[in-house]
């Protein structure tokens, strides 16, 4: 097969050579390495017990960040703060996707020069900080029924997504 697409129908080409020898080292890589290890392996040494256990946080922590609140419940948080229009929605709903958009390309480029454990604080502790002040606008909303904490709510959304991006 590599002959005839690689190399007109040359057996003794030396890319279909090194095209073969290639896949005949990492199949038997691959025989010899599912023999050496397992699961245990990550209880074995104290590093490998906190990879394993950064590894369950990170999955735990990514569930429990609040943004599954807004993604599947954005039609509900607008209504309970009197944005009932479904236009305005739609708008809102586009105008938090784009800057989602625009925000995560940005922070991209920041990666490698801000080192990626400060971001994660940053970012864990700026979502927690955002997610409670929502909270706290939310239930004066409820109270006091006042446009002003609603735009509050609307703009702590946002907030709360600047620092869910910088993840």
Known sequence: MFAYYHAQGDESDEV????F???TTAIAMEKNGENSGSNIDFLRTPGNRKRLLIIISFGL???WSGNGLVSYYLKLIMDSIGIK???QQLLINGALTSFN???NLFFSFFVDKWG???IMLISSAGMMVAFVVWTILSAK?????NSTLGSGVLGMIFIYYLFYNLK
């Open 16 to 19: 279909v050579q090194l095209e």
């Open 21 to 23: 020898t290639e896949i």
């Open 61 to 63: 922590f990514a569930q």
């Open 85 to 87: 229009d479904q236009n």
């Open 101 to 103: 958009l625009t925000t």
């Open 116 to 118: 990626r454990r400060p």
């Open 141 to 145: 909303y409820y109270d006091h029924e």
